[in-house]
């Protein structure tokens, strides 16, 4: 066997793979014997059909499948002996590719193309400005906080009167002429909220009324014909709505109204955890830090898209072996993917490649390492993240270790932890090369930045 590589040019080659009889034949007749094991054919036993009828039925297939199998083990390895630096895999060439014939040929040669990934030097020095966007955290902001916490927590007490945001519950009838209609709707655990109702004036005939006070409405009215909301409080199909137009009487059994909770120590325990907090003002200091905390992954995107934007653009134009990798672009999503698709896509597809690149050697050559610690660390963040998200902003450890445990079950998500903790370690050393600018932003102005491109 023989392999050569002939350079094209500093992004490309041709890596040629020369396989000869005596490279397959072994191996060949190796599984050829295995296969006659398990042939079954009429006139024979199992596993005694002649190994001359076993190879002339399947010899051609199971040299392709063997020859193929070397050809790929050999190129990997001399990738990796060579130390090549490839993008994307080795597709078959084009041009220089002989025909080849299973049936009469003993000796093959397959040309491969192969994409180098370009050296591309970058280099960062105090003299380099990058500004850091941190959403000043104010007072209006801790207050809209804090009114949120005092009504996501607070509780629903009895009422004596009704109040238009008041939950009320009843026997609902179906009234015809004043009376109930016979056979027709009656809900006994009936519930509504009057604020919800579009029309004033029917809005009107609950406020101020008492329980087992008996109102005469007009759902239809109500509503203003909305047959989603009409069909779930009368407990209907969507399609009878228009057909219930009538009155009907509510007779009110139970009001309760909604009260916010106080901002005390059980508050501050439920939040924060027991004693976390002990008086309004570290109340409202954790808040600041928690509020801080939720910005600070918009902070270190936005700072990553300007890092990003600073080394593509000292990266330059930055050649790639366009045609091959359009190929195997095409290639490897063929199912999805067109020839135009390919085209449409390469620019961004070649600005993401370069950025990659450039990270790539940047954490190589300035040593730039991740350890299991900082992977766990990430998961850890992600867990407080997706918990906050709900509201519980106290989570046990042993929740969190357990979660983060079965996070890194997942491959998916152990490679997106690893990412993670790749850019935030190539971030803190960037920080440390360049000049960077602390610019205190509102959160609006910060969602502006991001939305740049």
């Not at 040669?109 to 105090?126: H, M, R």
């Amino acid at each position: 066997m023989n392999i050569s590589l002939k350079n094209n040019d500093a992004v490309s080659g041709i890596l040629k793979v020369e396989i000869e009889k005596n490279d397959y034949a072994e191996l060949l007749d190796k599984n050829l014997h295995k296969l006659r094991q398990k042939v079954n054919m009429p006139g024979f036993r199992k596993g005694m059909v002649p190994f001359s009828i076993v190879k002339k039925l399947y010899g051609k297939h199971a040299m392709a499948e063997e020859i193929n199998k070397l050809v790929s083990e050999k190129i990997s390895s001399y990738i990796f002996d060579q130390n090549l630096k490839i993008l994307g895999e080795p597709i078959p060439n084009e041009t220089e590719q002989k025909t080849i014939d299973y049936d009469t040929d003993e000796t093959f040669e397959f040309c491969f193309d192969l994409a180098f990934s370009p050296d591309i030097a970058v280099e960062l020095t105090k003299e380099d400005a990058l500004n850091y966007y941190q959403v000043k955290i104010d007072d209006e902001m801790i207050e809209k906080q804090i009114d949120s916490y005092l009504k996501n927590y607070g509780s629903y007490d009895n009422a004596d009167k009704v109040e238009a945001e008041d939950l009320v519950k009843g026997i609902v009838t179906e009234l015809e002429d004043g009376e109930p209609k016979d056979g027709g709707i009656l809900i006994e655990e009936a519930v509504l909220i009057p604020f919800y109702m579009k029309d004033k004036a029917e809005q009107e005939k609950f406020i101020g009324a008492l329980p087992d006070h008996k109102i005469v409405f007009n759902p239809y009215k109500a509503y203003e014909g909305a047959e989603a909301e009409i069909a779930s409080f009368l407990r209907i199909d969507k399609d009878k709505v228009k057909d219930t137009k009538s009155d009907f009487a509510f007779e009110i059994k139970e009001i309760t109204r909604y009260k916010p909770a106080e901002p005390n120590q059980e508050l501050f325990d439920r939040i924060f955890g027991p004693d976390a907090v002990k008086d309004e003002a570290a109340f409202r200091e954790k808040i600041k830090e928690f509020l801080a905390e939720q910005f600070a992954p918009d902070s270190e995107s936005a700072f990553r898209k300007d890092i990003r934007a600073m080394l593509l653009k000292k990266a330059g134009e930055v050649t790639f072996a366009e045609d091959i990798l359009k190929r195997w672009l095409l290639l490897v999503d063929n199912d999805k993917t067109t020839k135009e698709q390919v085209d449409e896509d390469y620019p961004k597809v070649a600005e993401d490649l370069t950025y990659h690149l450039v990270k790539e050697k940047l954490v190589r050559e300035h040593d730039i390492k991740v350890e299991d610690s900082d992977v766990e660390a990430c998961g850890k963040r992600v867990a407080r993240s997706q918990f906050a998200q709900y509201g519980m902003l106290s989570v046990p450890d042993n929740v969190l270790e357990n979660y983060v445990k079965d996070l890194l079950k997942k491959q998916d998500a152990v490679k997106g932890l690893v990412d993670m903790a790749i850019n935030e370690k190539l971030s803190i050393w960037i920080k440390d090369r360049v000049t960077v600018t602390v610019q205190e932003v509102t959160a609006e102005e910060l969602g502006e930045v991001l939305k740049e491109v």
